[in-house]
């Protein structure tokens, strides 16, 4: 069963920085493509990152370029996202998701198209 589970959200004051992680399981990382999604309360679902499987490359979206850092370690199965200078308007609950390599080989039509695999979340907080 391919599962994903995020970890490292919490309270961060602006400025700060976290580092959050996505668990894979029941899969080979190094053949997909994994995306991290955001939704705040009250909003659209957004997509932040996202690195492909082929050649590592990657996706920001602009609310977050030079601030977000997205990277792999298929060794341990783990995708992070490295968060800094945060800002309150970062405050969601992020989530991370993949699909089949042949319908997700890289990211070039992240963040549109249907995802099948989801983590459930984990919520990222910025405030003072």
């Known amino acids: 069963q391919v599962q994903l589970v995020e970890y490292g959200g919490g309270v961060v004051q602006p400025g700060g920085s976290l580092r959050l992680s996505c668990v894979a399981s029941?899969?080979?990382?190094?053949?997909?493509?994994i995306g991290w999604f955001r939704q705040a309360p009250g909003k659209e679902r957004e997509g932040v990152s996202c690195?492909?499987?082929?050649?590592?490359?990657?996706y920001y979206a602009d609310s977050v370029k030079g601030r977000l850092t997205i990277s792999r370690d298929n060794a341990k199965n783990t995708v992070y996202l490295q968060m800094n200078s945060l800002k309150p308007e970062d405050t969601a609950v992020y989530y991370c998701?993949?699909?089949?390599?042949?319908?997700?080989?890289?990211?070039?039509?992240?963040?549109?198209?249907?995802?099948?695999?989801w983590g459930q979340g984990t919520l990222v907080t910025v405030s003072s």
């Open positions: 690195i492909s499987s082929s050649d590592g490359s990657t």
């Open positions: 029941g899969l080979t990382l190094d053949y997909y493509t």
């Open positions: 998701a993949t699909d089949p390599p042949r319908f997700f080989p890289d990211c070039r039509r992240f963040p549109s198209g249907y995802l099948e695999v």
